[in-house]
């Protein structure tokens, strides 16, 4: 796996988790988890990856699972795509700077703790640490529940209440997104992907979506750009051939 995306994998004639199924499966993996069933926890994490690469709790959990069962270097492969995604994320990083010792690799597990007392500098004047983290992703999972139940309204307040605590949380940022897409306010989702991208460019659900903001926004040609970017940086992601297919594009015409 080289990116954030490389646990993608198509499927034939499978049917997509939706969100609800990949809550249930998220919450069946934590209690198995707690309960010290970790090769079992780490299956559904997976399975929620496939469909959702970008969700940072969810590899987090994923590389504390690989690290128990003794796959250290997968482990750190996971805390690192979760840091991707959010680059302030303290909890990935302290897992992070805990196997990288484990490993022997005691300068850069040194250099990881440096960035967990960075952060929980930069959120002292919010919320400390693991508290705020803890915060944040309970405004996000309830926002969550507020969109399965088709409330977007309330899903972007929580979202925003969770952005407020963790501003660079890009996988919660990236739902809020697509909450403004759900409500049709497309200058404000537009605006949210570009943060996202400007921060970590390689987030392809991310890019995907700010194509279909720009085609509804009417500028067709920009979002066959989002597209072929990402086509071109996940050949197995077969979504963005789907959306150029659907303007009546080919790769090799967006080429030319």
Same mark, same amino acid.
């Given at each position: 796996r080289t990116n954030a995306e490389a646990t993608v994998h198509w499927r034939p004639n499978a049917v997509p988790y939706t969100g609800p199924v990949l809550d249930q499966l998220i919450e069946r993996g934590s209690h198995a988890l707690d309960r010290g069933e970790v090769a079992a926890a780490l299956l559904d994490f997976q399975k929620v990856l496939e469909e959702r690469p970008d969700f940072a709790d969810v590899r987090n959990r994923a590389g504390l699972c690989l690290a128990l069962l003794g796959d250290l270097e997968a482990a750190l492969e *996971?805390?690192?795509?979760?840091?991707?995604? !959010?680059?302030?994320?303290?909890? /990935?990083?302290?897992?992070?700077?805990?196997?990288? !010792?484990?490993?022997?690799?005691?300068? *850069?597990?040194?250099?990881?703790?440096?960035?967990?007392?960075?952060? @929980?500098?930069? @959120?002292? =004047?919010?919320?400390?640490? /693991?508290?705020?983290?803890?915060?944040? !992703?309970?405004?996000?999972?309830l926002a969550d529940l507020y969109r399965d139940a088709g409330d977007h309204v309330r899903a972007s307040e929580e979202y925003q209440r969770a952005l407020e605590i963790r501003p660079t949380f890009l996988d919660i940022r990236t739902r809020l997104g697509k909450a403004y897409i759900a409500l049709s306010d497309l200058p404000r989702a537009r605006e949210e992907l570009e943060a996202i991208l400007s921060r970590n460019p390689h987030l392809t659900g991310a890019r995907l979506h700010l194509g279909l903001v720009l085609r509804r926004m009417g500028n067709t040609e920009a979002a066959v750009q989002e597209w072929m970017r990402c086509a071109e940086e996940d050949h197995q992601d077969l979504r963005? =051939? /789907?959306?150029?297919?659907s303007v009546g594009v080919t790769q090799a015409e967006a080429r030319t």
């Open positions: *996971e805390f690192r795509q979760a840091l991707d995604v !959010n680059p302030t994320y303290r909890e /990935a990083e302290v897992h992070r700077a805990i196997v990288l !010792n484990e490993l022997g690799r005691y300068e *850069e597990a040194r250099a990881a703790l440096e960035r967990v007392r960075s952060i @929980d500098a930069n @959120d002292a =004047r919010k919320l400390p640490g /693991a508290v705020g983290d803890r915060i944040a !992703n309970a405004h996000a999972e963005a =051939r /789907a959306y150029l297919a």
